[in-house]
T-cell receptor, first 115, second 112 residues
Framework: AQTVTQSQPEMSVQEAETVTLSCTYD???????LFWYKQPPSRQMILVIR????KQQNATENRFSVNFQKAAKSFSLKISDSQLGDAAMYFC????WGSGYALNFGKGTSLLVTP | DGGITQSPKYLFRKEGQNVTLSCEQN?????MYWYRQDPGQGLRLIYY???????QKGDIAEGYSVSREKKESFPLTVTSAQKNPTAFYLC???????????FGPGTRLTVL
C-alpha cells in the first residue's frame, strides 16, 4: 500500500499570514490523485483541494494552493491570508486506481491560527 | 438536501455486544467506504463497496462486517471479535467515474 507521511504533527500561524503544510508519499504508480482534507473540531471531513498526478499545473482553490513535485513525491499545501476558521486538522491523502479508489491518509497536521 | 448521513452520532457498547452503524447517502453514488480514525492517526480503510451486493475488505476488516443491499445504504457492524472498537467511524461515498470521496459526519463508538 502507498504510504503517506506528514512530518509536522502541529503547526502555528498568525492570522493573515501564510503557512505551508508538508506531505510526502511513496508510490510506484505514474498516475494517481492527491487530496488535502480539513477536519475541524466538528470532525466533518471537508475536501480542500485535489491534484491529479499527470497534470503539471499546481491546483489552486481561493486561498489554498499546492506545490506538487512529482519526482520528489511531495505535495505541500499553502494557505494564504490565514483565518481563524482555518484552524483544524489537515490530512493529506493518496488515491490510486486500485482498491476501489480508496484513500490512504497521512496522520495529519494540527493547524493553530493565532489572532 | 443531498448528502451523507450517519447515525447515531454517539454510540456506547458493552463488551461482547455487536453494534451496527448506519450510513445513508442520497447522492446516487455507486461507491461507498468505511474508515476508522483513532487519536493521532489518519483514517484507515475498513470496507468498501463499488456496487450493490458486492463489497471488499480494506486494511483493517477483522472484527467488522458490512452489507450493501441498497445503493443508498452501507451499514457497518462492529462485532465482538473486534478487540479494540473504540474509535471514530467515518463513511464516505463517491460517484461513478468521479475522483473525490465525500464524507458523512461520523459516529463516535465507545466500548464500556
Amino acid at each position: 500500500a502507498q504510504t503517506v507521511t506528514q512530518s509536522q504533527p502541529e503547526m502555528s500561524v498568525q492570522e493573515a499570514e501564510t503557512v505551508t503544510l508538508s506531505c510526502t508519499y511513496d508510490t510506484s504508480e505514474s498516475d494517481y490523485y492527491l487530496f488535502w482534507y480539513k477536519q475541524p473540531p466538528s470532525r466533518q471531513m471537508i475536501l480542500v483541494i485535489r491534484q491529479e498526478a499527470y497534470k503539471q499545473q499546481n491546483a489552486t482553490e481561493n486561498r489554498f494552493s499546492v506545490n506538487f513535485q512529482k519526482a520528489a513525491k511531495s505535495f505541500s499545501l499553502k494557505i494564504s491570508d490565514s483565518q481563524l476558521g482555518d484552524a483544524a486538522m489537515y490530512f493529506c491523502a493518496y488515491r490510486s486506481w486500485g482498491s476501489g479508489y480508496a484513500l490512504n491518509f497521512g496522520k495529519g497536521t494540527s493547524l493553530l491560527v493565532t489572532p | 438536501d443531498g448528502g451523507i448521513t450517519q447515525s447515531p452520532k454517539y454510540l456506547f457498547r458493552k463488551e461482547g455486544q455487536n453494534v451496527t452503524l448506519s450510513c445513508e447517502q442520497n447522492l446516487n453514488h455507486d461507491a461507498m467506504y468505511w474508515y476508522r480514525q483513532d487519536p493521532g492517526q489518519g483514517l484507515r480503510l475498513i470496507y468498501y463497496s463499488q456496487i450493490v451486493n458486492d463489497f471488499q475488505k480494506g486494511d483493517i476488516a477483522e472484527g467488522y462486517s458490512v452489507s450493501r443491499e441498497k445503493k443508498e445504504s452501507f451499514p457497518l457492524t462492529v462485532t465482538s471479535a473486534q478487540k479494540n472498537p473504540t474509535a471514530f467511524y467515518l463513511c464516505a461515498s463517491r460517484g461513478q467515474g468521479a475522483d473525490t470521496q465525500y464524507f458523512g459526519p461520523g459516529t463516535r463508538l465507545t466500548v464500556l
